[in-house]
């Protein structure tokens, strides 16, 4: 019986451990995706203005 009352321990151990796990992968693919959402953006943006300033360049020279 106690062996048994020891594999329960372990089974919630485990059970306990993976489910941590789990979530940390999640929060951790989250911040992943919020990291490369964020650097998207700003190259977005990044891209956007160097083409604004390009093209008031142009117009300057006009």
Request: with cysteine.
């Given at each position: 019986?106690?062996?048994?009352?020891?594999?329960?321990?372990?089974?919630?151990?485990?059970?306990?451990?993976?489910?941590?796990t789990?979530?940390?992968?999640?929060?951790?693919?989250?911040?992943?995706?919020?990291?490369?959402?964020i650097?998207?953006?700003?190259?977005?943006?990044?891209?956007?203005?160097?083409?604004?300033?390009?093209?008031?360049?142009?117009?300057?020279?006009?």
């Amino acid at each position: 019986k106690s062996k048994g009352s020891y594999g329960n321990v372990d089974n919630c151990l485990v059970r306990s451990y993976n489910s941590a796990t789990s979530s940390i992968r999640i929060l951790y693919n989250d911040y992943i995706i919020d990291e490369l959402a964020i650097i998207s953006c700003s190259l977005l943006t990044y891209l956007l203005f160097s083409e604004f300033i390009f093209s008031f360049g142009h117009c300057n020279n006009v």
